[in-house]
């Protein structure tokens, strides 16, 4: 079955406590993106990804990290969570970019206190 | 600066009853126009995707419509059943980017 998966997804941190979410897709697609949702913000891409060792911000980087070492993962890292990044998170790909249909996962809600 | 404006922002109709949701866009240069479910907690899901050239595409009870000239598209559901309660998100990628525009989303109840 066609997937994108995330991981956790659900989690509660604390304050500084780097945290990595993971994203697996099986659908060998070479574009990759993360966003996060906030209530009446919709949807804001923070990075994506064109293929493997190519990666670039995207709306709202600021505050994490992204990594593209192999064309299945694509990793979303907070290396010093704050409150404000409090929001539920979702990865999605797509066969080369927004163009194509996006395939999103099932999201992470991510709490940091 | 593009961006994707709809309307309304929410919406409650009854079971049964058709319902129209609107997406004005200022993208440019317009590539397509996507329309996705999204139910509560849950990822978006493609409904159907217009490109520059297609006025009105339908995916079962869902028909969606593009005015290239007005940048103006709808989402049309007929006969709504309690399973169409859900975010409607329009999201316009414009030609030669990497970074769709996302509309805030439209919320629809469906009541029995």
């Known amino acids: 079955e066609a997937q994108v998966t995330q991981n956790p997804r659900y989690l509660i941190t604390v304050t500084g406590k780097k945290l990595t979410v993971t994203c697996s897709q099986n659908m060998n697609h070479e574009y990759m993106s993360w966003y996060r949702q906030d209530p009446g913000l919709g949807l804001r891409q923070i990075y994506y990804s064109m293929n493997v060792e190519v990666t670039d911000k995207g709306d709202v980087p600021e505050g994490y990290k992204v990594s593209r070492k192999e064309k299945r993962n694509f990793p979303l890292i907070l290396e010093s969570p704050s409150p404000n990044q409090t929001s539920l998170y979702f990865c999605?790909?797509?066969?080369?970019?927004?163009?194509?249909?996006?395939?999103f996962g099932e999201g992470s809600w991510l709490t940091v206190v | 600066k593009n961006q994707v404006e709809q309307s309304p922002q929410s919406l409650i109709i009854l079971e049964g009853k058709n319902c129209t949701l609107q997406c004005n866009y200022t993208v440019s240069p317009f590539s397509n126009l996507r329309w996705y479910k999204q139910d509560t907690g849950r990822g978006p899901v493609s409904l159907t995707i217009?490109?520059?050239?297609?006025n009105t595409k339908s995916n079962g009870r869902y028909t969606a419509t593009l005015d290239a000239d007005t940048k103006q598209s709808s989402l049309h559901i007929t006969a709504s059943q309690l399973s169409d309660s859900a975010s409607y998100i329009c999201v316009v990628s414009a030609g030669g980017s990497y970074i769709p525009t996302f509309g805030r989303g439209t919320s629809l109840i469906v009541h029995p």
């Open positions: 999605a790909s797509s066969l080369r970019g927004p163009g194509n249909t996006i395939y």
């Open positions: 217009m490109t520059f050239s297609e």
